[in-house]
């Protein structure tokens, strides 16, 4: 049964930083796409850092390039994403996902082939 479970989300001011984790089970992460997508209210959610497999293929949408960091921890099965300098902009629920597939990084941040998402955790940026 595969199971992502997201934490680290809260509330800091601009500027700060907040490192998100994201723990899969089921399935081996090494092997098949991982992201992260983040949904503000009344916008659409988006994505906004991907991996490829454990070739260390990454995607970031342009608004966190330079400032947010994805990584793979293969040890624990997870991943992290390392939040630098935030505005209020990032805030939002974000959700861990997966597609249990070989998938480029790009494209798997498209989200049109998301299977499995985590429950989310929410991140508060204040100005």
């Known amino acids: 049964q595969v199971q992502l479970v997201e934490s680290g989300g809260g509330l800091v001011q601009s500027g700060e930083s907040l490192k998100l984790s994201c723990v899969a089970s089921g399935f081996d992460l090494d092997y098949y796409a991982i992201g992260w997508f983040r949904q503000a209210p009344g916008k659409e959610r988006e994505g906004v850092a991907c991996l490829s497999t454990s070739d260390g293929e990454s995607y970031y949408t342009d608004s966190v390039k330079d400032r947010f960091i994805m990584s793979r921890d293969h040890g624990k099965n997870a991943v992290y994403l390392e939040m630098n300098s935030l505005k209020p902009e990032d805030a939002g629920v974000y959700y861990c996902?997966?597609?249990?597939?070989?998938?480029?990084?790009?494209?798997?941040?498209?989200?049109?082939?998301?299977?499995?998402w985590g429950q989310g955790t929410q991140v508060t940026v204040s100005s």
């Open positions: 996902a997966t597609n249990v597939k070989f998938m480029p990084a790009e494209l798997f941040c498209s989200g049109h082939t998301i299977r499995y």
